[in-house]
């Protein structure tokens, strides 16, 4: 069993100010936030499935500036999710490219 230091790969940054990111595109339907990463030394609960697909990311050693969702939006605060969730099309379109995740539990893919 491999061990990932997942919070080396995260850091807050304005979407607005970058130039090159790619998104990650992971999970539909509804959350269960059960697992805990560091990001600029405050703990925040992903999904497994986003957990999988950073470890997976931070395995193949390519440094990268990622938008993630559940990540990059407050999930416990209603307003600014609906604030961002009306960005998702520009931010998706602006990204260099769209990485979409499928969950390794999927045997039908």
Known sequence: ????????LLRLGEIDHCECYDALSYTWGAP???RSVNI??????????LYT???ALCYAR???RLWIDAVCI????D?????QVALMPRIYRNSLQV??????DNKEM
């Open 1 to 8: 069993m491999r061990s990932v230091e997942i919070y080396n």
């Open 32 to 34: 269960v936030f059960s």
């Open 40 to 49: 600029n030394g405050q703990s925040i609960y992903i999904t497994e499935t």
């Open 53 to 55: 697909a950073l470890g």
């Open 62 to 64: 390519k440094r990268r």
């Open 74 to 77: 407050n999930q416990k605060d």
């Open 79 to 83: 307003d600014e999710k609906a604030s």
């Open 99 to 104: 990485l979409a995740w499928v969950s390794e």
